[in-house]
């Protein structure tokens, strides 16, 4: 049997990368001859990935943009905002002391994320967090990607996890998704990127700071799954 883990997705959970997602689609769309973002309108549409966020601001200004001019200004926006990781991002409030119960527990901790396995991994570096992780996966490290549940299961096999003492955390209804899928509970937390509150996709508990992430109520969510 493997050990107990807890899975989190990165942005929008762990990390608040809204800022330089932001800044490097409107670097994008200066190259495009494209009008900026409000930038608090657009927070909403940070989790569904730099490619999305293009088409949006694209459609939302009324302007064609024909396949090749999408797939050119995605190339800019990957550059941009892997040149400047880690930027104005940081771990929201109350992670790191969570991230720290959680191992002093004897839990194992892995992220599983739709971004690239290159930046998830060079973010936590730079924050100073690789080494909470025992797996750091991505949307690439696989040949599934969320919503598949393979990806968290592989994720958790990658870790040393034990999928039946597993509990998945993160900002989505993708994340949700995921996780119902592999038949895990999962945790939402309703200050991440999303255009309706996570409730509505009825994950297995919603908390609004890493505080109500305790190790007891982590536990029950496992036991009750395994009933």
Request: glycine letters at 8%; a negative charge.
């Amino acid at each position: 049997m493997g050990k107990p883990i807890i899975v989190f997705d990165l942005d929008g959970t762990l990390v608040d990368t809204a800022p330089d997602l932001l800044d490097s689609l409107n670097h994008t769309l200066d190259a495009g001859g494209a009008a900026r973002t409000d930038v608090t309108g657009f927070r909403q549409y940070v989790g569904h990935g730099g490619r999305v966020m293009i088409e949006r601001a694209y459609k939302a200004q009324s302007r064609d943009l024909p396949v090749a001019e999408h797939d050119r200004l995605f190339a800019l926006f990957l550059e941009h905002y892997g040149a400047n990781i880690p930027g104005q991002s940081k771990p929201y409030p109350g992670v790191v002391e969570a991230l720290d119960r959680f191992r002093d527990a004897g839990h194992l901790l892995a992220v599983c994320t739709n971004k690239t396995e290159d930046f998830s991994k060079r973010l936590l570096v730079s924050l100073g967090m690789s080494g909470y992780f025992a797996a750091i996966c991505g949307q690439d490290t696989f040949d599934v990607r969320k919503p598949h549940p393979r990806h968290l299961t592989e994720t958790i096999r990658l870790a040393g996890g034990d999928a039946s003492r597993a509990v998945m955390v993160g900002d989505s209804r993708t994340d949700i998704d995921t996780a119902k899928a592999a038949g895990i509970p999962v945790v939402a937390v309703d200050f991440g990127y999303t255009d309706r509150h996570v409730r509505e996709f009825e994950p297995s508990q919603v908390i609004s700071h890493f505080d109500e992430l305790t190790v007891a109520a982590a536990e029950r969510l496992i036991a009750a799954s395994n009933l």
